[in-house]
């Protein structure tokens, strides 16, 4: 028996599923930070402007990053399904598959995207003050496209091999290595937004350069080997993940209606405070994902091995943690506002003062953000693309654009603030109605499942 079978086989009481959770929560607060330090240190080192638009072309990443993601997640997910039945070696096919397909992914949507990046930008309405800062920063990240797609995929399969702890260690060494970076190529060396993307792609490779030394170790959990693609593996993974794609893609598009109607209503300052808002979220934000994307490669496990005890108990234990996390998360972000978004623009600018008079309302969002981020994770873990991708459309896409094209028309400004929570509690609705239909389905309510999954 391969370590990792002993590792997500074990019973997982409350207290052990959060030892296990909490280096992949940790590991996702620093790959956040990528994100953040760019925000805060290209806000000090290069003003509003330039961070207003990191926000504008922010859309452009996700989408073309989107496949990347279904891969990995929806690998993820087969992965941990063959380790539950105990097909270790089909799980070493589905791991190396889906690294081939990532890479290959990447170096063409990179190249397309490079030749095509003027025309995307003015697609964006990135606005003449802003291109040059927009241009210089996409123009690294898209060049290397495949590092950053290698990266988010070897982060996900420490957790799913086991490892968590590991990932924890790798993420750690990436988000220093770019917040040092940072710092010297945008203050001693002046590289400007070129520095910025140039740090964030040196993190990535650091994250590429581990995986890839622990995945292909003989000892490893799970291995990359050479093998013809195995391309029911891949199918299932595109199956099963299609909802990271949805989500990824309705992101972006989303936040591109966000953009615009900031703009409309509030201008560059308005896109500002957005980002700023977005930014001081992203803590707990991360924390839910980590929470979700760790326990989902536990649940695919239970289900694969067909322990529907263990099933339900890892499904109870979920409910509970969540519900204190999502409570603990408001409060401390309400509790902390001043100083956290004191660190992302000066507090007697006009971008501070709208973001703080404001946020305590875009923050209701994170009462119910995270069982909503579970529940698409829960049917992806089952194999079960379509609910899962039901749920990431309506929460990332749907619900939300209809709350920023109507709210601010009828409440006005304050609107564009509450249109996020307005979502997250329309999807709640749909989340709680998919789940509990489909307790039965899927066995997480203890008793044998009534369909059973085995790509």
């Given at each position: 028996?391969?370590?990792?079978?002993s590792?997500?086989?074990?019973?997982?009481?409350?207290?052990?599923?959060?030892?296990?959770?909490?280096?992949r929560?940790?590991?996702?607060?620093?790959?956040?930070?990528?994100?953040?330090?760019?925000?805060?240190?290209?806000?000090?080192?290069?003003?509003?402007?330039?961070?207003?638009?990191?926000?504008?072309?922010?859309?452009?990443?996700?989408?073309?990053?989107?496949?990347?993601?279904?891969?990995?997640?929806?690998?993820?997910?087969?992965?941990?399904?063959?380790?539950?039945?105990?097909?270790?070696?089909?799980?070493?096919?589905?791991?190396?598959?889906?690294?081939?397909?990532?890479?290959?992914?990447?170096?063409?949507?990179?190249?397309?995207?490079?030749?095509?990046?003027?025309?995307?930008?003015?697609?964006?309405?990135?606005?003449?003050?802003?291109y040059?800062y927009?241009?210089?920063?996409?123009?690294?990240?898209?060049?290397?496209?495949?590092?950053?797609?290698?990266?988010?995929?070897?982060?996900?399969?420490?957790?799913?091999?086991?490892?968590?702890?590991?990932?924890?260690?790798?993420?750690?060494?990436?988000?220093?290595?770019?917040?040092?970076?940072?710092?010297?190529?945008?203050?001693?060396?002046?590289?400007?937004?070129?520095?910025?993307?140039?740090?964030?792609?040196?993190?990535?490779?650091?994250?590429?350069?581990?995986?890839?030394?622990?995945?292909?170790?003989?000892?490893?959990?799970?291995?990359?080997?050479?093998t013809?693609?195995?391309?029911?593996?891949?199918?299932?993974?595109?199956?099963?993940?299609?909802?990271?794609?949805?989500?990824?893609?309705?992101?972006?598009?989303?936040?591109?209606?966000?953009?615009?109607?900031?703009?409309?209503?509030?201008?560059?300052?308005?896109v500002?405070?957005?980002?700023?808002?977005?930014?001081?979220t992203y803590?707990?934000?991360?924390?839910?994902?980590?929470?979700?994307?760790?326990?989902?490669?536990?649940?695919?496990y239970?289900?694969?091995?067909?322990?529907w005890?263990?099933?339900?108990?890892?499904?109870?234990?979920?409910?509970?943690?969540?519900?204190?996390?999502?409570?603990a998360?408001?409060?401390?972000?309400v509790?902390?506002?001043?100083?956290?978004?004191?660190?992302?623009?000066?507090?007697?600018?006009?971008?501070?003062?709208?973001?703080?008079?404001?946020?305590?309302?875009?923050?209701?969002?994170?009462?119910?953000l995270?069982?909503?981020?579970?529940?698409?994770?829960?049917?992806t873990?089952?194999?079960?693309?379509?609910?899962?991708?039901?749920?990431?459309?309506?929460?990332?896409?749907?619900?939300?654009?209809?709350?920023?094209?109507?709210?601010?028309?009828?409440?006005?400004?304050?609107?564009?603030?509450?249109?996020?929570?307005?979502?997250?509690?329309?999807?709640?609705?749909?989340?709680?109605?998919?789940?509990?239909?489909?307790?039965?389905?899927?066995?997480?309510?203890?008793?044998?499942?009534?369909?059973?999954?085995?790509?």
């Open positions: 028996m391969r370590p990792t079978n590792i997500l086989g074990q019973h997982f009481t409350i207290a052990r599923q959060l030892r296990f959770t909490l280096p929560m940790l590991m996702s607060l620093f790959i956040m930070s990528y994100m953040v330090a760019d925000g805060v240190l290209i806000s000090r080192y290069m003003g509003t402007v330039a961070l207003a638009s990191l926000n504008m072309i922010f859309p452009l990443a996700i989408f073309l990053g989107a496949v990347g993601i279904m891969l990995s997640a929806g690998g993820g997910s087969v992965v941990s399904r063959r380790m539950g039945r105990g097909d270790s070696e089909g799980a070493d096919r589905a791991l190396s598959t889906v690294i081939y397909a990532e890479f290959a992914f990447g170096l063409v949507v990179g190249l397309l995207g490079i030749l095509v990046l003027p025309l995307l930008l003015d697609f964006l309405h990135v606005n003449e003050e802003q040059a927009a241009y210089d920063y996409q123009v690294v990240w898209l060049a290397f496209m495949p590092v950053f797609l290698l990266s988010v995929l070897f982060q996900t399969f420490f957790t799913v091999s086991g490892y968590p702890k590991l990932g924890l260690t790798v993420s750690v060494a990436s988000g220093l290595t770019n917040v040092f970076l940072d710092i010297l190529f945008m203050g001693p060396l002046g590289w400007g937004m070129h520095g910025a993307a140039l740090a964030t792609v040196i993190s990535w490779v650091v994250a590429v350069a581990a995986g890839l030394a622990f995945f292909c170790c003989r000892k490893a959990p799970i291995r990359i080997i050479c013809r693609p195995d391309w029911k593996a891949l199918k299932g993974a595109c199956t099963s993940g299609v909802s990271g794609m949805v989500g990824s893609l309705s992101s972006s598009v989303t936040l591109y209606f966000f953009n615009a109607a900031f703009m409309y209503w509030l201008g560059v300052d308005g500002a405070a957005l980002t700023i808002a977005s930014y001081s803590v707990f934000n991360s924390i839910f994902y980590g929470f979700c994307e760790a326990t989902a490669p536990i649940l695919g239970k289900y694969g091995e067909q322990n005890t263990e099933l339900a108990c890892v499904f109870r234990n979920s409910l509970i943690i969540m519900t204190v996390f999502s409570l998360a408001y409060g401390l972000s509790l902390f506002a001043a100083p956290v978004l004191g660190f992302f623009a000066p507090q007697d600018s006009h971008v501070f003062e709208l973001v703080l008079a404001n946020f305590g309302y875009f923050a209701l969002s994170l009462l119910l995270c069982p909503n981020m579970f529940a698409a994770y829960l049917f873990a089952m194999g079960d693309g379509k609910r899962a991708a039901i749920v990431s459309f309506c929460r990332t896409f749907l619900f939300t654009v209809l709350a920023i094209e109507c709210l601010p028309l009828a409440v006005g400004e304050i609107g564009l603030w509450f249109a996020v929570p307005l979502a997250e509690l329309l999807t709640l609705i749909l989340s709680a109605t998919l789940v509990i239909r489909n307790r039965r389905r899927y066995g997480y309510d203890g008793q044998p499942a009534t369909v059973v999954n085995i790509t």
